[in-house]
């Protein structure tokens, strides 16, 4: 089995693949999600700390450590990479893979210096290009929402970032005495009759609207065929009411990041049977 782990700056996104009944025996192909989990990324926990509550996920879905045979990794927080790595070795026995330069994506990155790209940028733009073809767009609702762009060729162009809906909301909380914190939704209706339907309905179509206006400019830029898909814990809330986001793909990271452990580990030959000497 392969465990991949995407690390953001607010949650941690662990997810579990097996290989199918198709997938020819000895091959490095795990195609056939069984498993994942969302946690919160804690920059202080301990190695044995990490290591206890992974060990506990898989155990609450009957998934067994010991079949772990990979890891892979994309981390936005680089205070726990060697935490994580730690963890790997010790509780799976396994040395993970990083995200990062060097590493074979398949994908040509276009910015201007390729090192600032974020890796979870990069591994959702594999998984878009992969899945929908090109051009794309993949937009990803986490702390930060992103906008990835692909070109016809699968090169990563650029993209656009911006704050997340949850730090909009904090912002607004922590500079106003009176407003309360309330639960991000969809309102009823665009007017609100209350405090907490107005803050829901300036939350959620403002930032609505914010989403499809950088997308109507993209989409200027890159062409009407662009196929264009969200990801992250906001996805379904935000991109099921735009206007341009045809596909919610929760998974998308998870596949991207399975997608890039395949393209980076070649299968060991079998060593070729020597004739007994008589």
């Known amino acids: 089995m392969l465990l991949v782990i995407d690390v953001g700056n607010t949650n941690t996104v662990l997810g579990v693949f097996a290989k199918s009944a198709n ?15 969302r946690v919160s990324t804690n ?19 009957n998934v067994k450590a ?8 994309s981390s936005v927080v680089p205070p726990l990479d060697s935490t994580l790595r730690q963890v790997c070795e010790k509780y799976f026995k396994t040395k993970p893979l990083f995200i990062g330069p ?45 906008f990835d762009c692909v070109t016809a060729k699968g090169e990563y162009q650029g993209g656009v970032i911006c704050p ?5 909301a ?51 830029e890159m062409g009407k065929d662009c196929r264009v898909v969200a990801t992250g814990g906001l996805a379904s809330l935000i991109g099921t009411g735009s206007k341009y986001i045809k596909h919610v793909d929760d998974s998308l990271t998870l596949e991207g990041l399975r997608i890039i ?18």
């Open 170 to 220: 904090e912002a607004l909380f922590g500079r106003t005495a009176r407003l309360q914190r309330v639960e991000i939704k969809k309102p009823a209706k665009v007017i609100g009759t209350n405090t907490v339907a107005s803050i829901q309905s300036g939350l959620y179509y403002g930032y609505l609207g914010l989403v499809d206006g950088i997308l109507e400019l993209l989409l200027g």
């Open 23 to 37: 997938v020819a025996s000895g091959s490095n192909s795990y195609d056939q999600p069984i498993a994942n989990w």
């Open 102 to 146: 060097g590493i074979k994506t398949g994908m040509p990155v276009l910015y201007e210096n390729p090192a600032e790209v974020g890796a979870d940028r990069i591994v959702n733009s594999v998984a878009a290009f992969e899945k929908y073809g090109g051009p794309c767009i993949s937009v990803d609702f986490g702390t930060a929402t992103t």
């Open 43 to 61: 920059a202080t926990q301990t190695v044995d700390e990490y290591g206890v509550l992974f060990r506990n996920l898989f155990s609450m879905d």
């Open 261 to 278: 452990w395949e393209r980076n580990v070649i299968a060991k030959p079998k060593p070729v049977a020597r004739p007994k000497s008589r």
């Open 66 to 73: 010991d079949g772990i045979h990979g890891i892979v990794i």
């Open 164 to 168: 997340g809906i949850r730090i909009s």
